[in-house]
């Protein structure tokens, strides 16, 4: 998604390429187009583009996907209550 953007760089998600299973949940739930499926398995595509809401690792039915919640979560809490909320939501760990 190239409209929202956090510091380059500070993600916290991982994927395990191996582990993946490729049923597609994490791009259906990331609200920001992070993953995308590629030779049957996830792919992180933006990186930074991850907000880090959880929702990705929440939904991986075998745990391929690992993210800790932190500033990029905060950030959109903040960029919903200045512009509105959007599909997202943030977890917590």
């Avoid at 994927?15 to 990331?30: F, H, K, P, W, Y």
């Avoid at 993953?35 to 990186?47: G, S, Y």
């Avoid at 907000?51 to 996907?65: K, Q, R, T």
């Amino acid at each position: 998604m190239e409209t929202f953007r956090y510091i380059q760089g500070v993600s916290t998600l991982k994927l395990d390429s191996e582990t993946c299973i490729g049923c597609g949940e994490c791009t259906r739930v990331c609200p920001h187009a992070v993953f995308e499926l590629t030779d049957k398995k996830a792919a992180i595509m933006d990186k930074d583009a991850c907000m880090e809401c959880g929702a990705c690792a929440l939904n991986c039915p075998v745990d391929a996907i690992t993210v800790s919640p932190g500033v990029g979560c905060a950030a959109y809490i903040i960029q919903s209550w200045l512009k509105g909320p959007s599909k997202a939501t943030c977890s917590t760990p």
